[in-house]
């Protein structure tokens, strides 16, 4: 069997969109019994919130939902980037700090937008809920779950 595919979604904070868009996959995946081809992880940017939960009320909003999120926070390591096969970020500084932190072209091949996963909500980045209202952080779930789904969707189809 092929090696598990690898992904990290990555976010300033890694205690609101990441560790929820890691969750969201991660159900998407083991609802279609596919937990064995991927592995699914979130960071951050920053490391002010290493070891924390997610953000009380983005796990609020995404228990209603139907998604717990128990990831705790960590930073992006060096690492992350020869470890994982795929790189999203949730907005362009994100992208900008992570070609930064790449050591090579190879590495920034594997950095991508997550947003461009779901146009039809016609957005340039997934929005920082943080320091917003409710409705911030049920549009990051509404992006999420439809740009989680059409990546899940092309990856499967890449790999008929
Ligand atoms: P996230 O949200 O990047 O989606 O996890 C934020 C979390 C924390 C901060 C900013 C955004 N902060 O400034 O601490």
Same mark, same amino acid.
Do not use: W
């Given at each position: ?20 868009? %890691? ?67 949730? %907005? %362009? ?68």
């Amino acid at each position: 069997m092929n090696s598990p595919t690898k992904i990290l979604f990555v976010c300033l904070g890694n205690i609101c969109r990441s560790p929820l868009a %890691d969750t969201i996959m991660c159900k998407l995946i083991a609802d279609k019994y596919l937990s064995e081809k991927y592995e699914i992880d979130s960071a951050g940017i920053l490391d002010y919130h290493e070891g924390e939960k997610a953000d009380y009320r983005m796990r609020c909003h995404a228990d209603f939902r139907g998604y717990e999120i128990t990831h705790l926070s960590r930073p992006v390591e060096k690492s992350d980037f020869d470890k994982f096969d795929l790189i999203f970020g949730m %907005d %362009d500084q994100n992208i900008r700090d992570l070609e930064s932190l790449a050591q090579n072209d190879e590495q920034k091949n594997k950095i991508h937008r997550m947003v461009d996963y779901c146009k039809e909500f016609n957005r340039s980045s997934i929005p920082d809920p943080y320091y917003g209202g409710d409705s911030g952080f049920e549009l990051v779930i509404d992006m999420l779950e439809v740009a989680c789904a059409n990546l899940l969707e092309e990856l499967e189809a890449r790999n008929l």
